[in-house]
């Protein structure tokens, strides 16, 4: 079965820097595009980032463009998203989501808390 | 970048209600790339519809989709308890994707 586990969160510094790794397993993980997407403490949903499978093609929202880097490991089944520059509302729940060009994002992690504050 | 509004805001139903949920694009939605998401307190979102109407794998079928261009909707036909919870709507044809704000279903 499909499963997505994220990891990698926590407590970090305002300008300062967290690497989220995504492990995935059930699926030909190098088929697939992936996204992450984010969630502010009682808030709706933000889409953040998503790459294609070979890596090639790369989205960010606005509000994350240049701090934010999405990359993957298709050897490893996994994927990452390196934050620098982190800012108080960067604070949410990061989710992985396998993303399919006609049917959205269907399969999701449960997500991992980065929360930014000093 | 698409702006997607979902209303209403929040929606007073008692079970065995038909709910009926809207999702108004900024501009029209490429292909009718347009999914809605469930989500429960504490869980990841759950997809159960995507290209406006199509149901994702499992989902009963009193939750359906339609619509097109930039307006849809989703319709749950007979409210049963566990269909208490936050919906969200995206499109997902136009980058960067986008959300809609929610629309929380709750019991009346």
């Known amino acids: 079965q499909v499963q997505l586990v994220e990891s990698g969160g926590g407590l970090v510094k305002p300008g300062g820097s967290l690497r989220l790794s995504c492990a995935a397993s059930g699926f030909t993980f190098s088929d697939y595009y992936m996204s992450w997407i984010r969630q502010a403490p009682g808030k709706g949903l933000e889409w953040v980032s998503y790459?294609?499978?070979?890596?090639?093609?790369?989205y960010y929202a606005d509000s994350v463009k240049g701090r934010f880097t999405i990359s993957r490991d298709n050897a490893k089944n996994s994927l990452y998203l390196q934050m620098n520059s982190l800012r108080a509302e960067d604070t949410a729940v990061y989710y992985c989501a396998r993303r399919i060009a006609v049917a959205g994002s269907d399969y999701w992690g449960q997500g991992t808390l980065v929360t930014v504050s000093s | 970048e698409i702006v997607l509004t979902q209303s209403p805001g929040t929606l007073s139903l008692s079970p065995g209600e038909r709910a009926t949920l809207s999702c108004r694009a900024s501009?029209?939605?490429?292909?009718?790339?347009l999914a809605w998401y469930q989500q429960k307190p504490g869980q990841a979102p759950r997809l159960l519809i995507y290209g406006a109407s199509s149901r994702a794998t499992g989902i009963p079928d009193r939750f359906s989709g339609s619509g097109s261009g930039t307006d849809f909707t989703l319709t749950i036909s007979r409210l049963e308890p566990e269909d208490f919870a936050v919906y969200y709507c995206?499109?997902?044809?136009?980058?960067?994707?986008?959300f809609g704000q929610g629309t929380k279903v709750e019991i009346k």
């Open positions: 995206q499109q997902y044809g136009s980058s960067p994707d986008t």
């Open positions: 501009q029209s939605v490429s292909s009718s790339y």
């Open positions: 790459i294609s499978s070979s890596g090639s093609t790369i």
